[in-house]
């Protein structure tokens, strides 16, 4: 790493400024400064690989490394063969970067961006036994590009039973199976890395024993490894999702022979050459064995990988509590929410109109009519709801019909009797009385004293009939 980029990572960082003023000040021999602000430098890029958006983003600077020349190689290894990028190339390591390079291209792969390195030996239904060093690039950060096309990871693809034998710039031997001999090699490069993660038999093992379920990202089959550190999907497109970045897990079509396993990740951040977003971000593995389903809810347990759920989906705000709280409360009618208020003001719209065609005679007629139906209904012990039969409904109108006609003629007939009671008149029923010539005297005065009331009326019927008989 130049002492230019040094410089740039650590100006990227208030810490790191301080740290530039005070070596000015304090260190006088522009060799040990160099070798401080160098020391100073790896660390933080240290840092932001091992912990990821957690720190502060290092900027796009950090990864402008330039190709090492040969003499600056601590070891080279010739005609390796490669899934990614795909072709035989001389892979060489420095200090800065790893350098891979054939007659028509050139890729510098900063050692910094390496965050992950997994080896991949038993690869279901592969007959030739071949063994995948899996070198995992930084997902939040500057591209790594091979051309026009951004590495996601450098696939380096050897034999089970194949060796490898170097001897470094420093007269290191290095001998043995393939995959150790380069695993060895960037430990050299890159001091105290100790991310290098392979499947685990006890975390995750499919129904038919292998270590890496069947899945398709679109129209590409491969294979998706459930690791201890991440999931990795081999081999093309080669992609490493690290367990930080999965917000929650969704199995689709979960009654099929094969099931969609659907995750929601944190978009990728930061860096040129990649796209950001502000949402969460969906990643599909689909036509997965529904044999496994059980195997993978297990994984995600294990990791505390919480399960999708549409009424509280997962945010990049930290919103995903606040809308489940909503939506728990508009499940049980509560009033918060906007959407409450809406409802509210909606029906005091409804009430108004309602009030303005208020008819007091049409409410007084559909309450004599539902009275009239409910002890009807009530007598059969059916007044569950009206009836579906048309002649049903045509004899219930007769009746309500019928029962209005007669309440009409005892309103009318009470009328009558009313009037009749407001026009008794007591000086002409007396003079009526005395002009009967058969009436005696004494019958009179009792009618008199009794006011033309009713009972007067019956009595004098009995006086007439007295005096008949006499």
Aim: negative net charge; proline residues 5%; charged residues 30%.
């Amino acid at each position: 790493m130049h002492v230019s980029n040094d410089t740039t990572v650590l100006e990227s960082r208030k810490e790191g400024k301080s740290f530039l003023e005070l070596v000015a000040k304090r260190i006088s021999e522009p060799d040990l400064a160099a070798e401080l602000i160098s020391a100073a430098a790896r660390l933080v890029v240290a840092s932001a690989s091992a912990h990821g958006k957690e720190n502060t983003p290092v900027t796009a600077a950090t990864y402008a490394v330039a190709a090492p020349s040969d003499a600056s190689l601590l070891v080279k290894f010739p005609g390796l063969s490669l899934v990614a990028p795909r072709g035989k190339f001389d892979v060489g390591f420095s200090p800065e970067a790893l350098v891979l390079s054939n007659a028509k291209s050139s890729v510098v792969v900063p050692v910094a961006a390496i965050t992950h390195v997994a080896i991949l030996d038993q690869i279901p239904q592969d007959t030739k036994k071949r063994c995948l060093m899996f070198v995992v690039l930084e997902r939040n950060g500057p591209a790594v590009m091979n051309g026009k096309q951004r590495l996601e990871a450098v696939i380096i693809q050897t034999l089970e039973t194949e060796e490898l034998r170097a001897v470094t710039s420093k007269g290191e031997a290095l001998d043995g199976p393939a995959a150790a001999v380069l695993c060895e090699a960037l430990a050299l490069v890159k001091p105290g890395f100790e991310e290098f993660i392979a499947p685990d038999p006890d975390l995750f093992r499919t129904a038919k024993g292998h270590l890496g379920v069947s899945a398709y990202v679109k129209a590409s089959p491969g294979h998706l490894f459930p690791l201890r550190g991440g999931l990795l999907f081999a081999e093309r497109p080669p992609m490493f999702l690290p367990l930080a970045d999965v917000l929650a897990v969704e199995y689709r079509r979960p009654q099929s022979a094969t099931f969609d396993l659907v995750l929601h990740v944190r978009p990728r951040e930061g860096g040129s050459g990649s796209s950001s977003s502000s949402s969460v971000q969906q990643l599909e593995f689909s036509q997965v064995d529904k044999a496994e389903m059980g195997r993978l809810q297990s994984y995600f347990a294990t990791c505390k990988i919480k399960l999708y759920d549409p009424a509280a989906p997962p945010r990049l705000d930290g919103g995903a509590a606040a809308a489940g709280a909503q939506a728990a409360a508009a499940a049980a009618g509560g009033s918060s929410g906007g959407a409450y208020g809406e409802d509210a003001e909606g029906d005091d719209d409804e009430s108004d109109e309602d009030d303005e065609d208020f008819d007091p005679s049409e409410l007084q007629r559909l309450e004599s009519g539902r009275a009239t139906k409910r002890q009807r209904t009530g007598a059969s012990g059916s007044g569950a709801g009206p009836s579906t039969s048309k002649a049903a409904a045509a004899a219930a109108e007769d009746e309500d019909e019928d029962d209005e006609a007669e309440a009409d003629d005892e309103d009318a007939e009470s009328d009558e009797d009313e009037e009749e009671e407001d026009s008794y008149d007591e000086d002409e029923e007396l003079a009526d009385l005395t002009d009967e010539e058969d009436m005696a005297a004494e019958a009179v005065r009792r009618a008199a004293r009794r006011g033309g009331q009713a009972a007067g009326a019956e009595e004098e019927d009995d006086d007439e009939d007295d005096d008949e008989d006499d």
